[in-house]
């Protein structure tokens, strides 16, 4: 079994907190996703559970083992890097077959040849196998460095950033061969990015991590839809969601001069939060708003726009022609608008 | 101000050969933006017109100067790095007014030229600290006031917002993009990034391996590749490609995608191609899905989902080919029945040995 549980881990590093009373479970054979910002602590928390670190107080759980005094090693995890960290010298083979013939683990050699061979058919690499690693693109580098982790067959997957430092084209393509070699190995997978569409487009679960606390756990969906507050809205979606500080009273939104209907109740101060592609321009509707930019992304433009002090994203379909410095008028999808607590930051939703 | 034109631009390292062929006029007051992979030759395009970089052969004027033979300092052409190279032990304002010191321009000068550059890039506040107490994003526009404030004849960027995190990239884009506009200055701009060179340009210039891909504005790059390579390395996700044979006589025919799987068209759409196979691109915005049969649509299954919030980017399995679909939310991942089909009007079609575009001459 390997379900991943941490309780309660605390970890200093001087007189930094990088994490901080972490609760964490990932179920077996799940596909989890800690995204947060550099220093958040997800690379923490993954070395933590590796055993490459030791936590300050707290406990690791790895199936039904406390592993708190296990080394590294023993406890089998795999773990993949950003940098590859491949032997040059050898070929693809020799690095494929190198984790198998550690002094620790005794495979005979027809058990060596076999896994190799798999791992190598898994990840469409068998034409490689005779090449020296040297000699490879960086998404071949990068497969073969999934290839040395799975040859082994752990239960226990622990990414970090492996898909960074590709091109964008690789990545996409990465992204769906990673989610298929999750759902052929049946492994529990630990992901660790500061990229929110990895985590959108990858995750059973995703874990978003702030300053060393798991501030929400959820699916894509519940996350993007259902953010807890306001850090968690804007962790996700690109442009990051709008929030409009304004007055909600009788099922409207009071903004800067002008009004727009929402769902939510209630008489108070709250700040508004609204997807790019919630807002709607539209030479009819109640704002008011002046162009400062407008990027064209091919499939959709995006439209920066300022209304009062606050400027607000809106993503737009691409044959929309404005101009800069244009005055233009815009309201919103009144279901799709989440209300926070201007203070907290709390979604009031869910208070 | 200035236009710039480059020559049949040749350019050796030892027997590599880094530019062939380069010809391109940047016209007075242009915003150009020089897009392709690390190592394509866009950044040495880019020192050799700031004189960085010598030629092999080639001709580079400015203004209908030859400048091809003249140091980088007489070329009056400033340079923004991805580094921003600031003097530490001087305040932003010194940096700032560093150029100007050079060419003995007087106190009282300066400083109105360092000041007004400063208000245009909003850095007032910080002209007295030093450059190590500003942010990265801070520290970028200094660099790019330092180069602007002499008012150049064009202003070449390398990369200069790559090594900012994602939320200050987005910004500085704008800003940079309104600061041509400001100054009206004929602007350079070298990026591998292509929302980068889409937001920015004018006009986009593609490079790769040597070679100019394609010249021209963000809509024409996105909606009229000139080759493979183009089509792919612009757009997100990645524009579709497979193999495809057309197949069926006038009228209605059908694109055959192998194992027996084809999609209706119009003959219209593909009448000038050839009899043989080609690879059809299509953007996944393009590729219809639909919940039900319908006219031009084809049962499949989908293969993989990605739920991106605003949208899904869903996988379909086509013949020999996966294709992606940009789709609204409300189809599942793994294995479910859908319809697929093709905006016929938005499919691009390329030759399968050379990659160039195959378009109905119209």
Known sequence: MARIELRGINKSFGAQRALRDLDLVVEDGEFFVLLGRTGAGKTTALRVIAGLETPDSGQVLLGDNDVGGWTAAERDVALVLQQYSLYPRLTVRGNLEFPLRSRIRKFSEPEIAARVEKAARTLQIPHLLDRKVERLSGGEMQRVSIGRAIVREPSVFLMDEPLSALDAKLRESLRVELKKLHSTLGATFLFVTHDQVEAMSMADKIGVLQKGRLVQVGTPADIYDRPRNTFVARSVGSPPMNLIDGHLSGGMAELAGFRLPVVAAGERAVTFGVRPENLVLDPGAPGEARIFDIEDQGVVKIVAMDVGGTRLHATVPARTRVLRDEVVRFGWKPDRILTFDPQTGANLAQV | ?362
């Open chain 2, 1 to 362: 101000m200035a236009r710039i034109e480059l020559r049949n631009i040749q350019k050796f390292f030892g027997a590599v050969q880094v530019l062939k062929d380069v010809n391109l006029t940047i016209d007075d007051g242009e915003f150009v933006v020089m897009l392709g992979q690390s190592g394509c030759g866009k950044t040495t395009t880019l020192r050799a017109i700031a004189g960085l970089e010598t030629v092999t052969s080639g001709t580079i004027a400015i203004d209908g100067r030859e400048v091809q033979g003249l140091r980088a300092a007489d070329r009056d052409i400033a340079f923004v790095f991805q580094s921003f190279s600031l003097y530490p032990h001087m305040t932003v304002q010194e940096n700032i007014a560093f150029p100007l010191r050079a060419v003995g321009m007087s106190q009282t000068d300066r400083d109105a030229a360092v000041t007004e550059v400063a208000k245009v890039l909003g850095i007032e506040r910080f002209l007295h600290r030093k450059p190590s107490a500003l942010s990265g994003g801070d520290m970028q526009r200094v660099a790019i006031g330092r180069a602007l404030v002499r008012r150049p004849k064009a202003l070449l960027m390398d990369e200069p917002i790559g090594a900012l995190d994602a939320k200050l990239r987005e910004q500085m884009r704008a800003e940079i993009k309104r600061l041509h506009i400001a100054r009206a200055s004929t602007s350079v701009y070298v990026t591998h990034d292509q929302i980068e060179a889409m937001s920015l340009a004018d006009r986009i210039v593609v490079m790769h391996a040597g070679l100019l891909q394609q010249v021209g504005t963000p809509e024409e790059v996105y909606n009229r590749p000139a080759n493979l390579f183009v089509a792919q390395f612009v757009g997100s996700p990645v524009m579709n490609v497979a193999d495809v044979v057309v197949e069926g006589g006038a009228g209605a025919v059908v694109l055959g995608f192998g194992q027996g799987q084809g999609i209706p068209l119009d003959g219209g759409h593909v009448g000038h191609l050839p009899r043989r196979p080609v690879k059809l691109g299509i953007r996944p915005e393009a590729v219809i899905l639909a919940h039900g049969p319908g006219e031009g649509l084809v049962e499949t299954q989908t293969t993989n989902i990605e739920p991106l919030g605003s949208h899904d980017i869903v996988d379909v399995r086509l013949g020999d080919a996966t294709l992606r679909a940009r789709a609204e939310p409300g189809f599942a991942g793994d294995g479910q029945r859908v319809w697929v089909g093709l905006d016929a009007e938005r499919a691009h079609f390329f030759d399968g040995a050379t990659g160039m575009a195959l378009r109905r001459t119209a």
